[in-house]
């Protein structure tokens, strides 16, 4: 049984796609992303001279500082600050400005689900932006589980809080760029793609986990070819693609 979605989009659809780069003029590199209701504001300032307390200084350090929409920033905006600076820090190339700092600043417009992925989508356009010495992109996704079992992809936010679980997914763009030299094939087959972040909330089987992982995968394909066009324009110019 399928779940009728308020937008009318089918469960394996996402919600249309749009960014644009070197929206702001004083940082070193910024992005706009949207997908659907949801718009995400990231910046980027750096690198500066020295590391945070508690960071090697052989490398560079990453900051993210989370910005919501209204209000004070709390527990949920900790968190996401925690995954965010994990899944940026293995991404980017960080002994190639060692003892430095670059700061990212997320900025929530509006929140109407997915907002993690939202925000990392639009990090990395703005370290891209920015110049920012990356190993691969990281490209993100929200998948969920609803209460009759099916699996939902990019849902909204009322989707989101009527669901039993959902898990938010991070793939790299390349799939050479996280597993060891020889290890794509095994007993020549074609292994499965890399993960580079998996946040999940609520309950959910391996089962569920794996069949949101599958439904994932083509999703964030899709948005690493989104993106690799959208880094073919100028800064300051909108790219969107219908889901």
């Known amino acids: 049984m399928e779940v009728d979605r308020a937008d009318g989009r089918a469960p394996n659809q996402r919600r249309p796609v749009a960014c644009t780069r070197g929206i702001l003029h004083r940082a070193h590199g910024s992005a706009s992303w949207a997908q659907g209701d949801t718009k995400v504001i990231a910046a980027v300032y750096g690198p500066k001279a020295g590391t945070r307390k508690n960071e090697n200084p052989e490398k560079a350090c990453i900051e993210i500082i989370w910005k919501p929409k209204t209000g004070q920033s709390g ?81 909204s936010k009322i989707e989101e809080q009527k669901v039993k679980s959902f898990v938010y997914l991070v793939f790299p763009n390349s799939i050479a760029s996280v597993l060891p030299e020889g290890s794509l094939k095994s007993e020549g087959e074609i292994m499965e793609h890399g993960i580079l972040t998996s946040v999940t909330h609520g309950v959910m089987t391996v089962d569920d986990y794996f069949s949101c992982l599958k439904l994932g995968r083509p999703a964030a394909a899709e948005l690493s070819d989104f993106i690799r066009n959208n880094l073919k324009l100028k800064p300051g110019n909108d790219s969107s693609k219908a889901a």
Not at 86 to 95: G, R
Not at 102 to 122: F, K, R
Not at 131 to 154: R, V, Y
């Open 75 to 155: 527990k949920p905006e900790r968190e996401y600050e925690m995954v965010m600076k994990k899944t940026l820090q293995s991404i980017c190339l960080l002994n190639v400005h060692p003892n430095t700092t670059t700061s990212i600043v997320i900025q929530v417009v509006n929140d109407d689900g997915a907002l993690l992925p939202c925000a990392i989508n639009a990090a990395c356009a703005a370290l891209v932006d920015a110049g920012t010495p990356l190993k691969h992109l990281a490209i993100a996704i929200c998948c969920c589980m609803s209460e009759n079992g099916q699996i939902l992809l990019d849902p």
